[in-house]
């Protein structure tokens, strides 16, 4: 009875000396806040672990967005036995030893396992393959947590055999609901009635976590010691920005559209400074970085286009390096956009092209396509004249053939036209006859009259 007390004694001790964050880890899968369409009534990963069905599964998503929590949850959902390891601690070892606890509780209860794997992605590839074939007997149940993108970090056939959850960054709403709890619960809370928050300093708490649900509990209870040694009992900006070494941006919707404005037309003007400047202002102001690749990736084709073609590959690369690496190191990913983009020579032929060919597709007669290049493939198309004089381009000098693409409609009409600036330029300025002849008339489709 002594040793019982003692060891409850002790637990409420450091139950109390827990940070914020761990203090009010959620008790339910309804405490669980910002991942609805995992965890929303009837979503699937709420439906499996309720009725206690999870089969090995990988959650993924950026830190303080709820994974630990929700494998801990399943343990309290689940009959099986729940074990849990560090990839950054754990070896095969460990691993070997929770296979053979699992083995013994089947044999003996007939109870399964779940085992979760912090930072599965830590294992290496003979690790993850010392995990497998127990994965597959169903010997034990994985929950994997990985902040890095399973497809680049885990084996295919540990992927293979699991399901795959995305837990995304908390919404803005549900982090301020983690605000209120910590200043109202009273048990598991900051423990002071009194205390209340600014809405400034609210704002930029929550600007400034980015998501992360621990970052914020953490800063919050930073900012809250800071209030209590100024005796005072309402939280401030100033102690936010303490809290955080960080001073706030103010940053409106307004100011959203206007900033992210300035940022695609000083790309466009070639000021790779005003770029740069622009983009250290979006990201100190926690703009979404995946918000800020999209628009370089969409600026690549729209105002680079066919002057310099490898702007799209290089604005896409680092898209998927803000997944990759994610911030703050991503930030030089998308700077080395800006510059890149900033200094391509400009073009907007592709963006003419393609709204002046919608144009006429929305107002002009579709016609049909030319006989010849229909599908000339299947028994009885030349019966019914598909594909009859159609001529194949590479058995033609220079892979051209002089032949029309189009209904008759639109056959006239011009769509790209190159700017002459970069490699936004035509093609080929000749097409040689079958005979050979430098002289031929018969000619590209680049040497055909463009008008403006």
Known sequence: MGDDLFTAATEERLRRRAPLAARLR????????????????????????????????????????????????????????????????????????????????????????????????????????????????????????????????????????????????????????????????????????????????????????????????????????????????????????AALAARAIQYGADEHYDIISAFIKSIRGSDADAGLYWLARMLEAGEDARYVARRLVILASEDVGMADPLALPLAMAAAQAVEFVGLPEAQLNLAHCVVYLANCPKSNSVTLGIGAATSDVRTLPTGVVPAHLKDGHYKGASALGHGVGYVYPHDRPGAWAEQEYRPEEVASRIYWRPTGRGRDIARLATVEAADGDPQSSRTGPEQREVKS
């Open 26 to 241: 959620p008790r339910s899968l309804d405490e669980v806040v910002g991942q609805q369409h995992l965890l929303g009534p009837g979503r699937p990963l709420r439906a499996l672990i309720e009725a206690d069905r999870l089969s090995s599964v990988i959650l993924w998503g950026p830190p303080g967005t709820g994974k630990t929590s929700v494998a801990r949850l399943t343990a309290h959902a689940t009959a099986q036995a729940f074990e849990a390891l560090s990839a950054v601690t754990a070896g095969v070892k460990d691993v070997r030893d929770v296979v053979e606890r699992a083995r013994d509780r089947l044999g003996q209860r007939g109870q399964g396992t779940i085992l979760f794997l912090d930072e599965v992605h830590r294992f290496n590839r003979t690790q993850q393959d010392a995990l497998l074939p127990h994965v597959e007997e169903g010997l034990v149940v994985l929950v994997g947590a990985t902040t890095e993108n399973p497809y680049f970090s885990l084996t295919a056939p540990l992927l293979s055999r699991s399901t795959l959850f995305r837990l995304e960054p908390v919404p803005a709403e549900a982090l301020r609901e983690l605000v209120a709890r910590a200043l109202t619960d009273r048990e598991r809370g900051l423990g002071d009635d009194e205390l209340s928050i600014s809405e400034d300093a609210m704002e930029h708490l929550v600007d400034r976590a980015e998501g992360d649900a621990r970052h914020l509990l953490t800063s919050l209870e930073v900012a809250a010691a800071l209030t209590c040694e100024s005796a005072t009992k309402e939280i401030s900006l100033e102690c936010a920005e």
